[in-house]
């Protein structure tokens, strides 16, 4: 069984947003314009993305959901990940579940 996984990457152009389940990849871009940027960056900051750290945890797992937001717009340049064997710290759910509840939101509304 393949289990689902999310991608939703930013660079200075555009986003681009991917998602794989059951085999099929589905795929969705958006330009960003000026407005848009300064807006995520805004959010971001917000909710202290950058101080968000992930922990590997002992084990190997195969196969499980991941979802991964990658952000390459200066001054930013992380990627914040979560799956089976990726957790993160108790202090940093609240913003991370945040971050990425803006992001997913702002990806539905503009994604093609």
Partial sequence: MRYPSTKIEFNSKEFVYTEMENGKKFIKKYNLTVKDKQEILAQLKKFNVETINSEKTKGITYDKETTE????????????????????????????????????????????
């Fill in 69 to 112: 937001i990658c952000f390459h717009i200066k001054p930013a340049d992380y990627c914040l990940s979560t799956g089976a064997t990726i957790e993160k710290k108790e202090k940093y759910l609240k913003d991370f579940g945040n971050a990425c509840k803006y992001l997913f939101d702002f990806v539905k509304k503009n994604a093609k």
